[in-house]
């Protein structure tokens, strides 16, 4: 896939009012040729409020687990095309025990 994305499950993606009742968290590969552009938005996060994070950055998911929650942090890349590229923090989300759902 390439691409970062950081998204709450629903029952039922029809029902607005539909619970959250997981998250899901997905990293591109550091090692993919291509650099991405950059981009924060995609076309269908418009009419899907809960996918709340997407980049088309390459890098990876820093992720510290607690007992009572986890913290992810998206952490890309400016290019990969060549050596030296700063790393930085796109977005970080935490999902706390017992708490549905994505916290930034």
């Not at 950081?6 to 009742?21: C, F, G, Q, R, T």
């Not at 809960?50 to 820093?62: A, E, I, M, Q, T």
Request: charged share 20%.
């Amino acid at each position: 896939m390439h691409r970062n994305w950081a998204n709450d499950l629903k029952v039922d993606y029809k029902d607005p009012a539909s619970p959250v009742v997981g998250s899901e968290l997905v990293c591109t590969s550091i090692t993919s040729t291509g650099n991405g552009t950059g981009s924060t938005t995609d076309p269908t996060m418009a009419w899907n409020p809960h996918l709340k994070f997407y980049n088309d950055n390459r890098g990876y998911v820093n992720t510290k687990i607690t007992r009572d929650a986890l913290t992810a942090e998206f952490r890309t890349l400016d290019y990969v095309t060549t050596p030296g590229s700063p790393v930085s923090t796109k977005a970080s989300f935490t999902i706390r025990d017992g708490v549905p759902g994505l916290q930034a």
